[in-house]
């Protein structure tokens, strides 16, 4: 059975709502990309300048490719790894063709697939979700959710509290470059494995 937790999110997300929910390495604002209203919200929320691209969250089983990602087969070894692209943002270039509208703007995008099966399962309810770190601009993620609303600039629509969540955000990896480079280390430190190094 669904937790109740993760049906209040997808309701309130296909309302149109932004969220505030736990992922594998921190809080998340998530909103649904079919509304307009969610987007403008989570950088009012942050305090974020609007030049910055929001990260898209997939639910398991929904390859990149289905939001016009293209993914390179390094990016694809890393994928088949779960317990390691769980705690990875993945900037992905974006087929001009295939990408929906509301990535009509981009031309390459993060993706990352979360593990949490918190996340997962409102994911699964939702479809893909626009999503970025629960914390106001500049500063480090909240590992609290008081923490969280103490900081932001107002509250989202609607509130999962998990409790105490690690605040250790995701590794970003570039694989829009050649050869594909790491922009941030972050909960996952060691990619030698796959010729990209550690923190």
Same mark, same amino acid.
């Given at each position: 059975?669904?937790?109740?937790?993760?049906?209040?999110?997808?309701?309130?997300? #296909?309302?149109?709502?932004? $969220?505030?929910?736990?992922?594998?390495?921190?809080?998340?604002?998530?909103?649904?990309?079919?509304?307009?209203?969610?987007?403008?919200?989570?950088?009012?929320?942050? #305090?974020?300048?609007? &030049?910055?691209?929001? #990260?898209?969250?997939?639910?398991?089983?929904?390859?990149?490719?289905?939001?016009?990602?293209?993914?390179?087969?390094?990016?694809?070894?890393?994928?088949?790894?779960?317990?390691?692209?769980?705690?990875?943002?993945?900037?992905? &270039?974006?087929?001009?063709?295939?990408?929906?509208?509301?990535?009509?703007?981009?031309?390459?995008?993060?993706?990352?697939?979360?593990?949490?099966?918190? &996340? #997962?399962?409102?994911? =699964?309810?939702?479809?893909?979700?626009?999503?970025?770190? @629960?914390? @106001?601009?500049?500063?480090?993620?909240? =590992?609290?959710?008081?923490?969280? !609303?103490?900081?932001?600039?107002?509250?989202?629509? =609607?509130?999962?509290? =998990?409790?105490?969540?690690?605040?250790?955000?995701?590794?970003?990896?570039?694989?829009?470059?050649?050869?594909?480079?790491? !922009?941030?280390?972050?909960?996952?430190?060691?990619?030698?494995?796959?010729?990209? $190094?550690?923190?």
């Amino acid at each position: 059975m669904t937790d109740p937790n993760a049906n209040a999110m997808a309701a309130a997300l #296909q309302r149109g709502g932004v $969220g505030l929910m736990p992922t594998d390495t921190v809080y998340g604002l998530v909103c649904h990309p079919d509304h307009a209203t969610g987007k403008p919200r989570i950088f009012e929320l942050k #305090q974020r300048p609007t &030049a910055l691209n929001l #990260q898209v969250l997939l639910p398991e089983g929904l390859p990149p490719a289905a939001i016009g990602a293209v993914v390179i087969p390094a990016a694809e070894a890393l994928l088949r790894r779960r317990e390691l692209a769980a705690g990875i943002t993945f900037i992905l &270039a974006l087929d001009p063709v295939a990408k929906p509208g509301w990535l009509a703007d981009r031309e390459e995008v993060g993706v990352r697939v979360p593990g949490d099966p918190r &996340a #997962q399962a409102v994911l =699964a309810q939702t479809g893909p979700l626009f999503a970025t770190s @629960a914390n @106001a601009h500049g500063k480090p993620p909240g =590992a609290t959710v008081a923490a969280i !609303l103490a900081d932001l600039a107002g509250a989202p629509d =609607a509130i999962w509290d =998990a409790g105490r969540l690690g605040g250790t955000a995701s590794t970003v990896v570039n694989f829009n470059t050649s050869p594909p480079t790491v !922009l941030r280390w972050g909960v996952i430190c060691d990619l030698t494995e796959f010729g990209l $190094g550690h923190g």
